[in-house]
């Protein structure tokens, strides 16, 4: 038995649900608003949960949240090296460092923060992301390699641009990582992110998201960027980590 959950129009999404999984099911449905259903169309995009994983599929291309495809890189002597974790620096700030991953997605960054030291807060606003990265968490949560930094993980549905601009805690990071700007060589993407590209569009708000992170009061802020890609909203970083595809923005606050 699977459940698909129908991704329509985001305010019409509907749910399909077999008898053993209905109590995910139905868990599912209520966070995120999804709707009852019973088939899906042919060459519809939607999701499945199949032996208590939630999948996003179109029928022929499938993805989930999965925390063990990096597991790897969060061991000893492999976690100082990575350019992220390089880019934020906990020990500058104890041992009850914070961090904010503002533009979530599938969650894979935070997971290295989290791995790193850091409680870190993420946010996703959309609901079919949002849902597979709560599923990735939940089975983490789960898993005893992982149930630690999971639990310095915690996720919020919602616009993390109008929270930044409302914490009452300033963050000690706030890494921002809006989608890159469209390939037009779609061979060359990640078979991951043919199926997001159909879910979010690259960010439309990059001032106001850059702004809310500097209201926020956080004492460094990173942005994700491809290598040779424009800065977020103009603004001049204070330096840059570069690595053979991506480099981090960084910008220091007192």
């Known amino acids: 038995m699977c459940i698909m959950l129908r991704i329509g129009r985001k305010e019409s999404m509907r749910l399909i649900t077999g008898e053993e999984d209905r109590p995910l099911a139905g868990q599912i449905a209520e966070q995120y608003g999804f709707l009852l ?19 996003l599929t179109d029928g ?9 495809r990096i597991l790897g890189r969060t061991q000893k002597g492999r976690l100082a090296g990575e350019l992220l974790v390089k880019a934020a620096k906990r020990k500058a700030f104890g041992e009850r460092a914070t961090a904010v991953d503002a533009t979530a997605g599938l969650g ?8 790193a ?20 968490l939940r089975r983490a949560a789960a898993d005893e390699t992982m ?3 999971a639990s310095r993980m915690t996720l919020y549905f919602g616009d993390s641009i109008k929270a930044m601009k409302e914490m009452a805690e300033k963050p000690d990071v706030i890494l921002l990582d809006p989608m890159f700007p469209e390939r037009h060589k779609s061979a060359l993407i990640k078979k991951k992110f043919q199926l997001l590209q159909q879910l979010e569009k690259p960010c439309g708000e990059e001032k106001e998201l850059f702004d809310a992170a500097v209201s926020a009061g956080a004492h460094r802020i990173l942005v994700k ?3 040779k890609g424009p800065v977020l909203a103009g603004q001049k970083p204070d330096y ?15």
């Open 147 to 149: 149930a630690g930094i």
């Open 108 to 115: 894979e960054d935070a997971f290295l923060l989290a791995a």
């Open 225 to 227: 960027r491809p290598l």
């Open 240 to 254: 840059s980590l570069n690595g053979k595809a991506i480099r981090y923005d960084c910008y220091i606050f007192p």
């Open 60 to 68: 022929d291309l499938s993805m989930c949240g999965d925390f063990n």
């Open 37 to 55: 259903d019973k088939e899906a169309a042919e060459g519809e995009l939607y999701l499945s949960v199949k032996d208590g994983v939630l999948y």
């Open 117 to 136: 030291g850091f409680a870190v807060q993420l946010y996703e606003s959309d609901p079919v992301i949002a849902a597979l990265l709560a599923d990735a």
